[in-house]
């Protein structure tokens, strides 16, 4: 039969200094809200799949649209979140509107994801 409270201690037993390092090091609660939303982001399908394929090459609405066979209005709104979370940037060419990774973060963020994913297979 397994123990239901494998992660309870068997005695109170506070290791002080561990606690206060961990403390000191924690990043402060603004922070870890900011954090909690920035990873919020990763959590829609379609998000990770345009910052995938923005991982590639610039592209605009349609021919993002076109490569997920989603709606161009689809594509826009999720867009719209991910320039407001400052995860893609745009650029105007003429009437056209090309978007972009923001940075190279966001390229390792979603490298390492995978990776992890991949171990664990």
């Known amino acids: 039969m397994e123990d239901k409270n494998t992660d309870i201690c068997e005695y109170m037993c506070i290791h002080e ?24 982001i990763f959590s829609d399908s379609t998000r990770i799949k345009i910052l995938s394929v923005l991982q590639c090459e ?3 609405v349609c021919d993002i649209a076109q490569l ?10 999720q867009l719209r979140i ?3 979370m400052k ?10 509107v090309f978007y972009s990774l923001a ?7 979603l490298k390492q994801g995978l990776e992890h994913i991949n171990e664990k297979n």
């Open 82 to 84: 991910l320039k407001q």
């Open 58 to 60: 610039e592209m605009c």
């Open 17 to 40: 200094d561990i606690v206060a390092h961990a403390k000191s090091t924690m990043p402060d609660e603004e922070q870890l809200y900011d954090l909690a939303d920035f990873f919020k």
């Open 87 to 96: 995860l893609v940037k745009n650029r105007r060419d003429g009437k056209t």
């Open 68 to 77: 997920l066979n989603a709606s161009q209005s689809a594509i826009s709104h």
């Open 103 to 109: 940075d190279d973060h966001i390229h390792t963020i």
